[in-house]
């Protein structure tokens, strides 16, 4: 359990997971959630939408101390889920989901909002062209001088920011933390000071390893 002034951003890689082991997982969407899941026209969506809610209630679990199949969520057009608390005087706590290739990750504090980007680094990608799109002219004249492998990794952690500052909302100043990583991109804002780095739990669909 998280304690205050803390985080932690848990990680799961969902490759090589049946569509028959997810099947039971289904029974823990709320019925707004399950709604959406079969809005999704393209199945890997529906994948990553349904990996990303079993992860979220894992980790708000066991922050809150509750089983994963009993945390409360009620969709929301255009914004985060709502979590519901028995307890109106427990104050919510912050979280946020990402997901990239076979990555599904999410972050979750019991006293900060956050906001959290994962992206798998691909060294294919045009990032010249998607620079161009993304960012400003302040933000181009630091890619400028750079190349190669300090080039990519930058624009990396420039594009994470850029989203999870997004999904923090405005009206925060927030203090943002890069994670470290082999394969991802990986960065968790919060609306306040964090008084250490987020703690990484690595997750299956059953809980921690």
């Known amino acids: 359990m998280t304690s205050k002034g803390m985080a932690e951003v848990w990680l799961m890689h969902a490759g090589g997971i049946s569509d028959a082991v997810l099947q039971p997982f289904l029974a823990w969407l709320g019925e707004g959630e399950a709604a959406r899941y079969q809005r999704f026209l393209r199945p890997g ?23 994963p199949s009993a945390v409360c969520l009620v969709e929301r057009r ?12 427990r104050g919510a706590p912050g979280f946020s989901l ?38 400003d002219a302040s ?12 080039r990519l990794l930058a624009f990396y952690r420039m594009w994470s920011e850029k989203e999870a500052r997004y999904k923090l909302g405005a009206g925060a100043v927030p203090s943002c933390v890069v994670l470290p990583h082999a394969s991802l991109s990986m960065l968790v804002c919060s609306a306040r000071p964090l008084a250490a780095a987020p703690e990484l739990v690595l997750s299956t669909l059953f809980g921690p390893i």
């Open 45 to 67: 969506r529906q994948r990553q939408f349904l990996l990303g809610r079993i992860l979220l209630r894992r980790a708000l679990g066991a922050l809150l101390g509750r089983a």
């Open 78 to 89: 255009g914004a985060a889920p709502l979590l519901l608390l028995p307890d109106a005087a």
């Open 98 to 135: 990402s997901h990239s290739g076979d990555w599904i990750a999410c972050a979750v504090s019991a006293d900060t909002a956050l906001g959290l980007d994962i992206e798998v680094i691909d060294p294919t990608r045009d990032i010249g062209a998607l620079s161009l799109q993304a960012f």
């Open 139 to 150: 933000q181009l004249a630091i890619l400028e001088p750079l190349s190669g492998q300090e």
